[in-house]
């Protein structure tokens, strides 16, 4: 058994990144008292034989940038027969959000993922790439780089050439270029259907989120395109395209994404 997961795992506490320390003692004490017992199980895990990779360790200077050029991937990879890729976090709060993973079976798929999981560390590739799996399904993979991603750039080149309809699930509104080009589509007369977070989801209410959503959802309006809102936290990452292209993993779509690698 192994597992793969990035440093920044360490500064969360449920669905928070905790980027200080906090100010209420009592707050401070159940951060450590969670940490501990993550710290925990994986000793016993790993006296048990699994095999543990943490990727992305900063040293003093990148300690407090760990959000730039994490491992964002979530894989999971059964023998030969069964491989999953998609957006699921593996942390009790996460079970209660709207995300997803899809299973592939085939030989091909299989090899490819498979071939993917020990890509971290010192044998992380220098640059985004994209490999075929089968006559229809690419694996495109980011490397990390700081304002360049293959996912966006096909993402926005599918949305460019829609012609009907567009799906675009995602954990935070479309923005950017994207957003721009999702408009222009709706203009010449594509079906746009934006699926986020619930209304209610802390992170389109505080700083720096809040400015960006309201600004987004406000273009949004103005273009007369529908926000739904699920009761819960949504944190799929899906584009579907005429509905004969589908785009899913672990990347939300947002150009912010694209400037922290």
Known sequence: VRVTIDWVARRYVHDDLLTHPPLKASVRKYNAHVHKQNHEVIKRW????????????????TSPLTIFRRNHIKLFVIDDTATWIGGVNLFDVAMKWVDFMVKFTNKKTIDVLSRQY???????????????CDDQTTLLVDAGLIGK???????????????????????????????????NASKRGVT??????????????????????????????????????????????????DDKVAMFGSHYFVHSGVILG
Do not use: C, W
């Open 46 to 61: 790993e006296e048990h034989g699994v095999k543990f990779t943490i990727t992305n360790i900063p040293n003093s200077l």
């Open 118 to 132: 020990p890509l971290v560390n010192k044998n992380r590739p220098k640059d985004n790439y994209a490999t075929t």
């Open 149 to 183: 991603s293959i996912i966006y750039d096909q993402a926005l080149d599918e949305i460019k050439k829609a012609n009907k309809s567009i799906l675009f699930v995602s954990q935070f509104l479309p923005e950017h270029v994207v957003l721009k080009e999702i408009i």
């Open 192 to 241: 746009i259907t934006v699926i986020t977070s619930n209304e209610d989801y802390k992170l389109f209410h505080t700083y720096p989120y809040k400015p960006f959503y309201d600004a987004n959802k406000r273009k949004l309006t103005k273009a007369s395109i529908p926000i739904s809102y699920p009761p819960t936290n949504v944190h799929a990452k899906l584009l579907m395209v």
